[in-house]
């Protein structure tokens, strides 16, 4: 009965943890729209710099691959815009994931306010990024358009890999904003391994090429679920039922995630006031 009942209250705390995001929602889009204006403040360009730079590092990307490396085309896909599909998912992720490591230790006027409640902070710089990250599709539309590639109402699909993007990035914002807090340190890992998972994820590179087993075992990156999706939804044009067990595994280790995450930032909150 004592392990029934202590289940009972973890999960109505769980439960009321999300339910205060929802009923801040109005906080947090405010808060999102300052965190976007607070990166062009001082700047002549301001949002335009949104535009810019995925423009410059596609061209670049296309000047390097394209022209000088020659690399050909992906299923009689245009290399750029195979290449674009799978960044627009990545860089959302990273940016995500990054930003979020270090709202608590950047925000210490809002933590010690009595009530305030942090666990909105990672879902801020989350929706900052959706700004960022839809600019991105518009540029990788601009490329599917220009190269003469069909369009689908498949287009709409992606939506859906970036709700299983955005949950994957939250729960592990939320762990390594509160465990970045007690160790500073956590912010250095955090970069170090999303620059070793970019490689690590089939973005520059067919995970065809790859030999059957090793192959198993890079499908395990739960951001391959995404990465593919999005091309998929962009160029390929599949159902993202037509991959069932990729899917069970992917929400399997996203719920895990989420949840300890949560449950993470949640008991070690009380003490942010003190350490900050």
Known sequence: MAVDAAKTGLLKSFFYFLRLIYLQRGLIASMAARELARQYVGSVLGFIWTFVNPVVMITVFWVVFSLGFKITPVGNVPFIVWLTAGMAAWFAFADMVSGSAGV????PHLIKKTLFH????????????LVTHGVFVLVLLFLIVFQGLPLSFYFFQ?????????????????????????????????TVVLQMGFWATPIFWDISIMPEGLRAVFELNPMYYVVQGYRDSFIGFVPFWSRPWEGLWFWSLTAVFFICGALIFKNLKPQFADVL
């Open 158 to 190: 992606s939506l859906y890999y970036l709700f299983c993007l955005v949950i994957l990035a939250l729960g592990l914002g939320w762990a390594f904003s509160a465990l970045n807090v007690f160790l500073r340190d956590v912010g250095q890992i955090v």
């Open 104 to 107: 608590i230790v950047g925000n």
């Open 118 to 129: 942090a666990q909105i902070l990672p879902v801020v710089k989350v929706a900052a990024c």
